[in-house]
């Protein structure tokens, strides 16, 4: 089927510095928009900020028009890395987050060419286009220049988050071998990694309260009905205390639902990670109903680099490639390959 494409070069200054083909470094493609109901608003929602590269929009089968900004991964990074980790860090913290971020970026777009776009701004990686620059960002992304982290000589999804509560997680063990982000060899990565530095950050101890049935409404409005006592409660942990999945109702009643999953329904900076504890109690006013208590550690999934732990391990005078040692055992740092893990 012919796709409709319709190329838009917005850019900075005036000038469209890269054109397809011309970029020294391997090109991305990021998804600034989706979903538009028309051209128009796709425009009109791209034009709200700067990007470096071009912008295409395209009708995508079924799910209205996107905006996609193609710009070469190390002039990506300087939109992401500032955002993903703050740009006052150690800078040794922020060529980790460099590696970690490109390896992210190029494993999406090798393994994506039949998809419209490689990744979503901001799901995966925090970016919102053209950015301040800040000194230690800029030096993170040259001193790494290229540079990827192999498993078993091959990319993989290299995944990071904010804290880990003080151990982080296998990807396997929290997605379904089926789950797009999940490759092949990279879901046999071992998690596991102690984290010391987590412990004296903001998102160290967390508490989320939540009435029963607010969260019955939630749970409704997508799709998951429940009659009769909602009685939410922790069905299956990982090895590491992770809840992979929580149950709700009882008897035949009863559904389950992954602890991410949940965690994407009430929202994923209330009920930050999937580290928790669970209380249930009456109200206090005596009246019917329940309040549910979730006392918790960490923010994000806790899979792959710690970026609250590469602070600490920076701050104590670890390199970069000491810090993702620690967070993906069994990796080498190499130069980007044309491979990924997973690939047949
Ligand atoms: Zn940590």
Redesign the pocket.
């Known amino acids: 089927m012919r796709v409709l494409r319709l190329l838009l070069c917005l850019f900075a200054g005036g000038v469209c510095p890269l054109g397809a083909g011309e970029s020294a470094s391997p090109v991305v493609r990021i998804a600034v928009v989706r979903e538009a109901p028309s051209f128009d608003d796709a425009l009109r929602a791209v034009c709200e900020r700067e990007y470096q590269g071009a912008v295409r929009v395209m009708p995508v089968h079924g799910h209205g028009w996107a905006a996609v900004n193609e710009l070469d991964v190390e002039d990506y990074l300087l939109g992401v890395i500032g955002r993903e980790m703050s740009p006052t860090s150690p800078l040794e913290a922020l060529k980790a987050q460099a590696v970690a971020a490109r390896t992210h970026a190029l494993f999406q777009a090798i393994s994506s060419r039949e998809r419209p776009y490689d990744l979503v701004a901001n799901l995966s990686q925090a970016y919102r286009g053209r950015t301040a620059l800040y000194k230690n960002v800029v030096l993170a992304i040259e001193a790494t220049r290229g540079e990827v982290l192999q498993y078993e000589g091959l990319l993989f999804p290299a995944f990071f988050h904010a804290?880990?509560?003080?151990r982080?997680e296998s990807a396997a063990a929290i997605w379904p071998i089926s789950d797009p982000f999940g490759k092949g060899s990279a879901l046999k990565m071992p998690g596991n990694a102690s984290?010391p530095?987590?412990a004296h950050s903001g998102a160290a101890k967390w508490t989320y309260e939540i009435h029963a049935a607010a969260l019955r409404k939630a749970l409704r409005a997508e799709g998951i009905s429940i009659s009769g006592p909602l009685a939410l409660r922790i069905a299956e942990r990982s090895p590491n205390g992770r809840v992979l999945k929580v149950a709700v109702g009882v008897g035949k009643e009863e559904k389950r639902l992954s602890a991410e999953r949940l965690r994407a329904i009430l929202g994923w900076s209330v009920l930050k990670s999937a580290l928790f504890t669970l209380e249930r109690n009456r109200l206090p006013d005596g009246s019917a109903g329940e309040r549910i208590t979730f006392r918790g550690s960490?923010y994000g999934h806790g899979v792959g680099l710690?970026q609250?732990?590469a602070f600490g391990m920076a701050k104590q005078g670890a390199d970069y490639r000491a810090i993702l040692a620690h967070f993906f055992p069994k990796t080498r740092v190499g130069v980007a390959g044309l491979q990924v893990a997973g690939a047949p």
Do not use: K, V
């Open positions: 804290n880990c509560g003080g982080t984290c530095w987590c960490g710690c609250r732990g």
